[in-house]
């Protein structure tokens, strides 16, 4: 079988060359529903980065799904080094389901009086429900600004990065903290600071997506920050059948 996915990170344009500019990923709160609580689901929202394990044929069923114009294409090697994970998915009837919900509630109950040696049991469930995704459910739709219909998860084959500040703790909020966008922007700058980032280098990039009508600054930002002539550039840029950006025909026909 000569077919192989690869990881790629979907955005808009100017996103992408922020990432390019900066070397890195920036963590951002993703809200969403959690169904491993007992008899509730709970809107809770982590800080992730997220890729996307695809065949190169998904990529743009995959952009139109999340109105993107543009994606960078990452090294598997360099995820794993870098300690991403696939998360972990799971249909809430499964009999995995049914354990994760156990191991949740057992933890919950330790957390209202937690004794020292409850703390990293604690810690590491908090962690664990990062990296858990319900097969199919809603997703927080920034676009639309609500919750979207019933999406089929499985079909992202996402994978994960986290942050995992030294005391073991996730850095994740709630559904209150999620809306109050000056809340959100300082924990965002909090974990910048402090170095919680996903960093890369030219040679961890695979392939660069930009819309074929997108202009030159892509180029130069890169020519900048990473001292690579146009030639080196061009080998990895990769142009997608979009009309202009922020006004893309994935978007006209999401």
């Not at 996915?5 to 993703?30: E, M, N, Q, R, V």
Request: proline residues 4%.
């Amino acid at each position: 079988m000569n077919e192989r996915t690869h990881l790629y990170h979907c955005s808009k344009y100017d996103a992408i060359i922020k990432i390019l500019s900066s070397g890195y990923f920036k963590p951002s709160y993703c809200l969403e529903e959690l169904s491993l609580f007992t008899n509730e689901k709970i809107k809770m929202a982590y800080a992730v980065v997220c890729f996307a394990d695809l065949l190169n044929e998904e990529v743009m069923i995959h952009m139109k799904s999340f109105h993107s114009d543009s994606y960078l294409r990452m090294s598997k090697k360099w995820a794993i080094k870098k300690r991403l994970s696939p998360v972990i998915y799971y249909p809430d009837s499964s009999y995995l389901g049914t354990m994760l919900k156990m191991i949740v509630e057992y933890t919950m109950n330790k957390y209202e009086n937690p004794k020292e040696e409850d703390v990293k049991l604690i810690n590491s469930v908090n962690l664990l429900l990062g990296y858990l995704k319900q097969y199919e459910g809603r997703y927080w739709n920034k676009k639309e600004n609500s919750f979207s219909y019933p999406t089929q998860f499985y079909l992202e084959r996402e994978w994960r990065y986290l942050p995992l500040p030294q005391k073991g703790e996730a850095y994740y909020i709630d559904e209150e903290g999620f809306f109050d966008e000056e809340l959100k922007q300082r924990k965002q700058d909090e974990l910048v600071k402090k170095g919680y980032v996903l960093s890369f280098t030219w040679e961890d990039i695979e392939e660069i997506g930009i819309p074929v009508s997108a202009d030159n600054a892509l180029i130069g930002v890169v020519s900048n920050i990473w001292k690579l002539s146009k030639e080196q550039i061009s080998q990895k840029i990769h142009f997608l059948p979009i009309d202009s950006v922020g006004d893309s025909s994935l978007e006209k026909n999401a």
